[in-house]
């Protein structure tokens, strides 16, 4: 039993390089938008987190009472806030870590 070679592949044009169309001042992210300080970055991501924790409660208590009509809700809202807590406490622990280390500095 003989097999036949395969043939070689055809209809394939070379790839053209790539266009630049805007420039390269147009990526850069303006200096006329708001600035955002530290602290208020971090209220506003505990307030997310609060957020995300409570509405896992509710549609827990509404799991809980029959209320709640699709259990994939509340499997993506409490692993949302699962997984926003873990960040938060990771946060945390590497903001104590610099704060323990500066803290660990010689004047």
Do not use: C
């Not at 926003?84 to 590497?94: C, F, G, I």
């Amino acid at each position: 039993m003989s097999i036949p070679a395969i043939g070689a592949v055809s209809g394939f044009t070379p790839l053209t390089p790539p266009t630049v169309t805007s420039s390269v001042n147009a990526a850069a992210p303006s200096t006329s938008a708001q600035k955002v300080d530290f602290s208020s970055m971090l209220a506003s991501g505990l307030e997310n987190l609060q957020g995300l924790q409570s509405n896992a409660d509710s549609l827990a208590v509404k799991a809980a009472t029959g209320d709640l009509t699709s259990i994939h809700d509340y499997t993506i809202a409490a692993t949302e806030a699962s997984t926003a807590t873990q960040l938060t406490t990771a946060v945390r622990n590497k903001a104590l870590e610099a704060f323990q280390e500066i803290m660990r500095m010689s004047v």
